[in-house]
């Protein structure tokens, strides 16, 4: 059975050089008021690569994940913060960090998690006249 690795050299010539995996992980439970400043400081910190920015429905809510990783020490540190069920906001990280802006729009379009500050929150994945966030756990296909 032919490996990844075998695959791009046999059809593209090119040799696979395995990326440095994080040897740990932290996992930070932060109140969502918290969460962009926690994030700011984790990259004043080094934790510079916004690598993942999306959410969880639970049953009594939500729950923002952040993934930021520092590739100097191979650090990696997740934030989460939980958000009510009804009417989620928090605080956008677009405006500091700029990368957060598309991962925030697909939030919001699949989650229906408002991002305050935000300055461009649309829908980025499904039509501007879509009803409901798909990605909700009562979310249902009226089609």
């Known amino acids: 059975m032919s490996t990844s690795k075998d695959i791009a ?4 010539g090119i040799d696979l050089s395995p990326m440095p995996a994080p040897e740990t992980a932290l996992m930070i439970n932060v109140d969502s008021a ?9 990259r004043e910190s080094g934790f510079s690569i916004l690598t993942m ?15 930021l990783d520092n590739w100097e020490t191979r650090e990696r540190v997740f ?3 939980s958000l009510p069920a009804q009417d ?5 990280l677009t405006p500091d960090w700029e990368a957060a802006d598309w991962l925030e729009r697909e939030v919001y ?10 300055p461009n929150l649309q829908r ?5 006249n879509f009803t409901g966030h798909p990605l909700r756990k009562d979310f249902t296909d009226t089609d």
């Open 109 to 118: 379009d699949m989650f229906g998690i408002v991002f305050e500050g935000h």
């Open 88 to 92: 989620p906001k928090i605080k956008s």
């Open 79 to 81: 934030v989460f913060a």
């Open 53 to 67: 920015l999306t959410a969880k429905c639970k049953d009594n809510g939500f729950e923002m994940v952040y993934m």
């Open 34 to 42: 918290k969460a962009v400043e926690t994030c700011l400081k984790l």
């Open 124 to 128: 980025i994945i499904t039509p501007e």
């Open 9 to 12: 050299k046999q059809k593209f």
